[in-house]
């Protein structure tokens, strides 16, 4: 099987804004806007349609059935309107016996929907946990749908949904998944943001090439609004949801936006479509970070450390860049605490001695510009909830 997940995937998901309120009309609007708003040229590719897509009974053949009403021509005429768009589709299903919705889930079932999946032009399969049954061990169930989709006759992405649960990371990437949630659900306000980033830091080390760590769909943009109970809150502030981007990006989450982006604001777009971070999400190398604490201020502050390929354009295709010398470090630096912090980067820290003779240029990804040229530690003032995200270049001093 090629390398289906060589970056982690970028695009939108149904399930934070619509829920079960989706259909054929969305679909095509969301489509037409990945084009209209540059998401298309930014990198994002999936259009996934989440839970509550199908008819509730299987047909007598005991395939699923695409929900008529929301669905009334079927999912081929929808994945060729996508696919005549430049771009991929992704679909939900369940290990279990129903979606977390209670529609029909896989289990039993996986290699007839793998199959089906297919014949309708399926480039992506989000696969959730609900209503498995007690005695099923996760593990195999992702295997068996792995399996299923890698004998389908198309190349399918497998985006497990198990919520971090069972020791995921231990067994995931030997099952064949490609993405693989490890947290619970997000909600669209900053402590839930918070939660799953903290969650997250000791779980750097299992992320990977063609298995990424998923934290969980954006909810960049969302503002308090959408119609799906479970995820909608108070919102955040614009400094919250650069941070939440920030971060997914610096992690390798995968970016699945979760926002109505037809009329998502100019802020929002610049956020989504911010080149500088995204280059350091889809560097080639696949790299995960590490993290250094602020030793006088451990709770609240910390930084991010990513080494890079030495040219990354975002695109995915930088493996050709072998000839390119040198090695750019991505450094974010996040203040969770409520107050203004600063965070002194001590070099000798992340392998750059002052003795070595080098310094680091820091180019700052939000604001697009050189901020200044350091020797043997950088010391940056952030904003209460703040994510500063810089791309340093090692230099000569
Ligand atoms: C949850 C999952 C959410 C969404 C929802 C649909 O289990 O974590 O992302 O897919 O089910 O019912």
Redesign the pocket.
Known sequence: MPILARTPPMGW?S??TF?NNINEELVKTIADAFIRRGLKDAGYQYIVI???WSEKTRDTNGRLVPDKSKFPNGMKALTEYIHSKGLKFGI?SCVGTH???GFPGSFEHEFVDAVTFAEWGVDYL?Y???YKPRNAAGEDLYKRMALALRNCGRNIVLSA?N?GNDGVQKWIREAGCHLY?SA???HDNWKSIEGIMLSQLNNACFNGIDCWNDM??LVVGMSGTGENA?VLSTGCNETEYRTHFSVWAMMNSPLMIGCDVRNMSEQTAAILTNKDVIALNQDIEGRAPYCIRQWNNLDNVFSLIKPLSAVSDGDGSDGDDASTTGGDYAVAMVNISDVKAEMSLQFYDIGLPYASGLGLEFYDCWKHEVIGFFTERASIDIEPHECRVFRCKVKKA
Do not use: L, P, S
Request: charged share 30%; aromatic share 20%; proline share 0%.
């Open positions: 998901n399930w934070n829920g989440d839970d509550c939900y979606t977390c919705a989000k959730d946990y609900c949904c919520w949630r619970g659900d997000i969980d769909m479970y």
